[in-house]
């Protein structure tokens, strides 16, 4: 796959193509399959999450440890805050949904991780449903989504604990914002500063769920980081610019990880984990899995 | 290299990508080091697979993976009811294997019939996984491939006579390592292929004169 994103976007500029044809096209020579059987398995995981939206938002769904569950059906039904009845509400509810159903060990699709397999089903099955876009055009979007991704793992890491909640939400983020600005008619050079508009809100974002567990904070780092993706497209599709290169807000990205202290790195031994609640809820919940 | 598909996926069981859906692929290795589900296993858990691996499900991952469920079956939620249906007696321990292991690291010794394997293996991330030991033989097996596992006799043209067989049945070779413990002593050979080996395959290993045992593993990783 790509190194540098901007490798990707000069290569679809002067082919006249989109970033998720390039992907495909490269992703096909990478792994000697056709376009057609590389699709049919991100079609399988679009029906996957599709599954995960639909199963979080009837709200019977509990983490093992009780910390988080049943959020999604709260705010579904909520008309009280100033975005009721708007796309970004209803993307928002399907984020929770998402990862309130993996807390409680239902099926997913890890995009990049777990802990941020929220956002990317969120946003593009969210706004998918709000422009009747069709199925075909979210494939496409997840392979963008899946570019990106490769590109933030070959650059700086996916990985919380090598570089915190910025390396999960933050890649989520990002590759939310990227893959559907150009889903939503946006060229790829809007899709790139889509990209680095999402991941620069993120840098330093620690991870730092209580007791160690994929529950709290990240069912809501979900929902905000598919808030700042909304952000990031509304912007880039205005044709508003970031002046630092996306590849370049990806390498610091994976500076700012490997500076970050082992505490911020789902160690649970600081942010949130290590607060005087934290500590009492890890210590409580814990106690109760053990009992069953 | 990085594929999309490694991006977006795995299609799993929640919550986490390294304690739920890797440890269901290092269980899924360890059953086919026995062949089958095993009547006992020893999970000894090493490190973060310790601490906050009943919160993520990774004993309820690894017992699914012995019972040859994958990282996206549901039914890994009830692993531990359906493995006392199917005697299968387990067992989980905390440890430090070393201070050197990855930190979510099991070593599981499993036993069905005859056969008897202890294999220590990690779970790297994103679902990846790497086993680093098998019967005390330093191995690096990925799951990203069939793989065929043998431990043999160390004699002269072993691995030209093993070669031989799968190029006659068709199977093409990614990876081949061989390790000892010392010369003339037992060599534990490792064999990656791209194309999945049959039972005729590992039968036709078995019937050579100085192969002690060898076992097919499935591919557990990638698309």
Not at chain 1, 72 to 81: E, I
Not at chain 2, 121 to 139: K, M, Q, Y
């Amino acid at each position: 796959m790509y190194k540098a994103l901007a490798d990707a976007i000069s290569d679809a500029e002067a082919r006249g193509k989109t970033l998720s044809m390039v992907a495909l096209d490269l992703e096909s020579q990478d792994q000697g399959r056709a376009v057609a059987d590389i699709r049919a398995s991100l079609a399988r995981a679009l029906h996957v999450m599709r599954g995960a939206v639909d199963a979080g938002m009837t709200g019977d769904m509990r983490s093992n440890s009780g910390l988080v569950g049943g959020d999604a059906a709260k705010l579904v039904n909520s008309t009280a805050g100033p975005l009721a009845e708007t796309p970004f509400h209803d993307i928002l509810v399907r984020a929770l949904a998402v990862q309130e159903v993996n807390s409680a060990m239902g099926v997913i699709v890890a995009a990049p991780t777990a802990g941020g397999a929220g956002v990317l089903p969120a946003v593009l099955t969210g706004l998918a449903s709000a422009r009747g876009i069709s199925d075909e055009r979210v494939i496409d979007a997840l392979a963008t989504a899946g570019l990106i991704g490769a590109v933030i793992a070959e650059r700086a890491s996916l990985s919380g604990a090598e570089g915190g909640c910025q390396a999960e939400t933050g890649a989520a983020a990002a590759m939310a914002a990227g893959s559907a600005t150009e889903m939503l008619g946006g060229s790829p050079k809007q899709a790139g500063h889509a990209t680095a508009l999402a991941m620069q809100s993120t840098l330093g974002l620690v991870c730092d769920p209580i007791g160690g567990l994929v529950e709290l904070p990240c069912v809501f780092r979900n929902a905000t980081g598919a808030a700042i993706a909304l952000a990031a497209i509304e912007m880039a599709l205005a044709d508003i610019e970031f002046a630092i290169p996306v590849d370049e807000v990806i390498d610091v990205m994976g500076q700012i990880g490997r500076e970050m202290d082992v505490r911020y790195r789902e160690t649970a031994g600081g942010g949130l984990a290590a607060t005087p609640t934290g500590r009492r809820l890890a210590k409580e919940r814990l106690y109760q899995i053990k009992r069953g | 290299m990085v594929s999309l598909l490694d991006i977006i996926g795995p299609v799993m069981v929640g919550p986490s990508s390294s304690h739920t859906a890797g440890a269901c692929r290092l269980g899924l290795l360890a059953r086919g080091l026995v062949g089958g589900t095993p009547q006992t296993a020893l999970l000894e858990l090493h490190g973060s697979f310790a601490r906050t691996g009943e919160g993520h499900g990774t004993d309820k991952a690894l017992v699914a993976g012995l019972l040859g469920f994958r990282p996206d079956d549901e039914r890994i939620r009830t692993a531990l009811e359906i493995a006392e249906g199917e005697g299968l007696e387990y067992k989980f321990e905390k440890t430090t294997i070393s201070d050197e292991s990855h930190p979510n690291t099991v070593r599981a010794t499993v036993v069905c019939g005859p056969r008897r394997a202890v294999m220590v293996g990690s779970s790297l991330g994103a679902g990846r996984v790497l086993v680093t030991e098998i019967d005390g033989f330093p191995v690096d097996i990925t799951g990203s491939f069939y793989s065929i596992v043998i431990l043999a006799a160390d004699v002269k043209g072993s691995i030209a006579r093993v070669t031989r067989i799968l190029s006659d049945h068709d199977i093409n070779i990614a990876t081949l390592k061989l390790t000892r413990k010392q010369r003339g002593g037992d060599a534990f050979i490792v064999i990656e292929c791209d194309d999945s080996p049959g039972e005729e395959v590992r039968d036709a290993i078995r019937s050579l004169a100085w192969v002690r045992w060898a076992m097919r593993l499935d591919k557990v990783s990638g698309g």
